[in-house]
């Protein structure tokens, strides 16, 4: 805003000196402390009271926002248990009707059984020396 240098400050407490006089230059300094003092707390009042406005004007928008997205997750969860709904009815009606008979057994090839492997154990104390299980 405006400077005051040194040099000016030292001017105007001379001015002031000769003008109040030496008695009442402590009090009137004093006075000028105190509502100096009480000037900035006011504006830093002020300063805190619009940032936790603008604060609260942010947490509501998010808040919005974040209701927004809720009912939008909300409507795709119900169009998606909706699909999964139509779907499993179709499924059902699907079961319901009645499967055409198939060819006979022999048009398909069997697979084949699974072999059973026989394992021969050691049958003497020294074989099993030969290949310890522990």
Same mark, same amino acid.
């Given at each position: ?42 504006i830093n009042g002020v300063k805190a ?11 509501? &928008?998010?808040? !919005?926002? /974040?209701? %927004?997205? $809720? ?7 119900? &169009?998606?248990? !909706?699909? /999964?709904? %139509?779907? $499993?009815r179709e499924f059902r009606s699907a079961?319901? &009707? ?5 060819p006979a057994a022999a048009a398909q ?5 699974? &072999? ?19």
């Amino acid at each position: 805003m405006f400077g005051v240098d040194f040099s000016e400050l030292m001017v105007i407490l001379v001015i002031a000196l000769i003008v109040l006089g030496p008695e009442r230059l402590p009090k009137v300094a004093h006075t000028l402390g105190m509502l100096w003092g009480r000037a900035q707390r006011y504006i830093n009042g002020v300063k805190a009271d619009i940032a936790r406005d603008m604060a609260i004007e942010e947490m509501r &928008q998010m808040q !919005q926002r /974040v209701q %927004q997205e $809720a009912s939008n997750l909300e409507q795709s969860v119900k &169009q998606v248990s !909706q699909n /999964v709904e %139509q779907q $499993a009815r179709e499924f059902r009606s699907a079961l319901a &009707q009645p499967v055409p008979a198939r060819p006979a057994a022999a048009a398909q090839p069997r697979p084949p059984e699974p &072999q059973q492997v026989q394992l021969e154990l050691p049958s003497s104390p020294d074989e099993q020396k030969k290949f310890p299980i522990d």
